[in-house]
């Protein structure tokens, strides 16, 4: 699979259709901080029916060594570079957890080249104070190492019940290099609450009853602020909606895109 050289460092990813013979729609999808490329496996099987999929490691992710030592503030630029090189007019975003922080960023600054956004356990981590201190008093907990008996990205029932799939998890985290890029603070270069307002992209918030990490009410917080936005919140799920849920979050998001860029309908 091809790592491209963009941004001064060589970024992993993987396309579906490299050479858009299908001339599909465009998703990309950008993973979490216990994530890369590989979390994904459980969606692009379904997507890829329909759509051209697009999956990377994140700078400082497993194949994506952060050689520049930029760390988070070249999340965005990242981004950017890789949808260049992509070649797509436009795409959607499906960005979970850390992967929002990117994601959003990408929607505000050009709404023009973003079909659609779905944030899923993520509200951005942009410039919020007011989110930032409701995080801090609902005791949101950070994902730190992933350990036996302590894997906060997912539900203690999904951990208890699913040993293999926990198991693979830690497999897909542990493949990840350290150190990776300290997530603390504010997204550098992120939108202002302001500019997220005026927000006119299509945007799916997807959230979880138990998820320890990014709670709830953080992420319906964006969907009231954004007009237009649909928010759904998950019972019995932990952080990792797309992987302990994936049926129910591939029906959503699914559902979301066809009803906004349409399943089939091709982009070029």
């Not at 981590?125 to 609902?138: G, H, I, K, T, Y």
Request: net charge negative.
């Amino acid at each position: 699979m091809p790592t491209a050289s963009l941004n001064g460092f060589g970024l992993y990813f993987e396309d579906t259709d490299p050479k858009n013979e299908a001339g599909l729609p465009v998703v990309v999808f950008l993973h979490g901080a216990a994530g890369n490329a590989m979390s994904w496996w459980q969606q692009i099987p379904a997507f890829s029916q329909a759509h051209r999929c697009v999956t990377y490691d994140c700078r400082g992710f497993y194949r994506s060594p952060d050689t520049t030592g930029e760390g988070i503030a070249g999340f965005i630029a990242d981004l950017e570079a890789l949808v260049d090189h992509l070649g797509a007019v436009r795409v959607s975003l499906v960005a979970q957890s850390m992967g929002g922080r990117a994601a959003i960023a990408f929607a505000v600054r050009h709404p023009e080249r973003t079909a659609a956004l779905v944030m899923a356990n993520t509200w951005g981590a942009f410039s919020w104070p007011e989110n930032w201190q409701l995080s801090s008093d609902l005791g949101a907990q950070s994902l730190g190492h992933i350990q036996a008996g302590m894997i906060r990205g997912l539900s203690r029932g999904f951990q208890d019940n699913n040993k293999e799939l926990t198991f693979l998890f830690c497999q897909i985290s542990g493949a990840n290099r350290a150190p990776k890029p300290e997530l603390a603070g504010a997204q550098p270069g992120g939108p202002s609450l302001a500019e997220v307002r005026q927000l006119k992209v299509p945007l799916l918030c997807i959230t979880s009853e138990e998820d320890i990490v990014i709670p709830a009410p953080l992420v319906q917080n964006l969907a009231k602020e954004v007009p237009g936005a649909e928010c759904v919140t998950l019972s019995s799920v932990g952080h990792s909606s797309y992987y302990e849920a994936p049926s129910r979050f591939n029906e959503l998001v699914l559902g979301f895109l066809a009803k906004h860029i349409g399943g089939g309908s091709v982009q070029r």
